[in-house]
């Protein structure tokens, strides 16, 4: 038996608003994650429920309110639009784990929206956050991916989708950021407590509870690096305070290296481009500092010590960050224990990659199985270099590095091609994805098609969110 325990759901009402997800017309299982239903203990649900036509025992659908930077700019209230929070259950393992319906119709804060999601972007959160898992990066889950049976309107019509995502908790910068905006003090104070409590029981001030959320970014962040991440839409209301990635909207990953590389259809500026994930990042942290600033206060007794410890916290990042990118990127070339004289060796790579448009994850997969040069134009440099490298990799580098190097990741144009597929009413290539995705560091011989980088005309330069 399912068992819920909705604890946010205790919050005051001023949190959330209860509703039930609308109706599905004929929903219908497109993928079903078998393992992680064992995990929740909800292997008997089926597309009655999973849709939100039936509303399982100990559930208290709703929706969360939050506010959010979009792109720099602000927004007060923001807010599950299309999404409904079924509530939680408690693992097999005893972790408290939110299940949300994404897709699930309008809500209070929908914003003139429809509420609805269409196949091609539940597929694509569906494949990406389970590769992501696989890859060890934190991350919300995707229990399940359905068709509605119901149309959707876009530029053009599709068909209406859900998706069933897992994730620690739902709670964003953002959420605080609503009650900070509205100088609910009282609120911020027990969004703090809920989230000590649910992700870092470890902590017992303001203080530590913010180092805490800063250091999981940092880590999360650097990982985002190591496999050629670009999230996309990078948000306040788009930055879980877990530490899991959330919201994979316009995702995609690099093929051809560049730092500058960017996808998301609506960021024309570049502002969440590759290279600047971790400024963006510390950027949130700060927006998220500056609603701590009361809480601190009262513990410390002035304003002016709240807002400098937590300023001196904020500034831990870059280090912060900096150390686990080293690891990050230390592991994947055999370096099991990288310092600061590692560093131009690990830039110079990116260097000549970046140069080269080298394919990002065939050139680091290329170190294990010798095929590395191949991806490279200027050999004489890639020689140069890896004759440096050759020297410095520790002797059980050939392990960490198959450890650290997935083979395989999910290629834009690939979930492009299996998204246009489902359109047909043919799953099987986004099932062949989301089967093979979860194994991403083991290469069989039958999948080696989806180690290759798209031809000129297979080339998907823009992503979009799918609202």
């Known amino acids: 038996m399912t068992q819920f325990d909705n604890s946010y759901a205790r919050l005051p009402d001023r949190f959330f608003t209860r509703i039930a997800p609308e109706e599905a017309p004929a929903p219908e299982l497109v993928l079903f994650n078998d393992a ?4 929740l203990g909800v292997s008997d649900w089926g597309a009655d429920i999973l849709s939100g036509n039936v509303i399982p025992d100990g559930a208290d659908p709703l929706a969360q309110v939050y506010a959010g930077h979009q792109f720099g700019g602000w927004n007060p209230q923001l807010g599950d639009g299309r999404a409904v929070l079924l509530g939680e259950v408690i693992d097999r393992s005893g972790a408290r784990r939110d299940i949300q319906l994404k897709g699930a ?7 003139n929206g429809d509420g609805r999601a269409w196949i091609g972007p539940v597929l694509r959160e569906y494949i990406v956050s389970e590769f992501m898992q696989a890859a060890g990066v934190p991350t919300t ?4 991916a359905l068709r509605t049976g119901a149309r959707v309107q876009r530029e053009r019509g599709y068909p209406g989708a ?7 908790s739902h709670i964003r910068v953002g959420t605080f950021q609503y009650f900070t905006a509205r100088d609910d003090v009282e609120a911020i104070r027990l969004l703090a407590d809920h989230t000590r409590t649910r992700h870092f029981p470890q902590t017992h001030t303001t203080l530590e509870l913010y180092a805490a959320i800063v250091a999981a970014q940092a880590t999360l962040i650097a990982k985002w690096m190591g496999l050629g991440f670009v999230h996309g839409v990078m948000n306040t209301d788009n930055m879980a305070v877990s530490g899991e990635t959330i919201d994979y909207g316009p995702c995609a990953f690099i093929d051809a290296y560049s730092p500058k590389a960017v996808y998301s259809s609506i960021d024309q500026f570049g502002r969440y481009a590759y290279e600047q994930q971790p400024s963006m990042a510390h950027w949130n942290l700060a927006q998220l500092g500056s609603c701590f600033v009361p809480l601190l206060e009262e513990e410390l ?10 300023t001196e916290t904020l500034n831990t990042f870059p280090d912060l960050y900096q150390a686990q990118w080293r690891q990050v990127f230390g592991a994947k070339l055999g370096i099991a224990d990288p310092d600061e004289d590692d560093l131009p060796l690990i ?4 260097s000549i990659m970046a140069q080269d448009g080298a394919d990002f994850t065939n050139s ?3 170190l ?9 134009l200027d050999r004489d440099a890639f020689d140069a270099w890896n004759n440096r490298w050759e020297t410095r990799r520790t002797p059980v580098a050939e392990d960490l590095m198959r450890s650290s190097n997935p083979a395989l990741i999910p290629r834009t144009h690939r979930i492009e091609e299996a998204i246009q597929s489902a359109l047909e009413g043919d799953d099987s290539k986004a099932r062949r994805l989301a089967d093979v995705l979860t194994r991403p560091f083991d290469l069989a011989d039958g999948d080696r098609d989806l180690t290759h980088p798209p031809r000129d005309d297979e080339i998907v330069p823009q992503t979009f969110c799918g609202t």
């Open 301 to 310: 007794g002035s304003q002016p010590k709240a807002i400098d410890a937590l």
């Open 162 to 168: 859900i998706l069933a995502r897992v994730a620690a």
């Open 364 to 366: 680091f997969y290329g």
């Open 368 to 376: 294990i199985d010798g095929t590395a040069r191949d991806w490279f």
């Open 347 to 350: 830039q110079e790579f990116l």
């Open 105 to 111: 119709g309008r809500t209070p804060y929908s914003r």
């Open 36 to 39: 992680l239903a064992a995990e």
């Open 141 to 144: 889950r995707a229990l399940a």
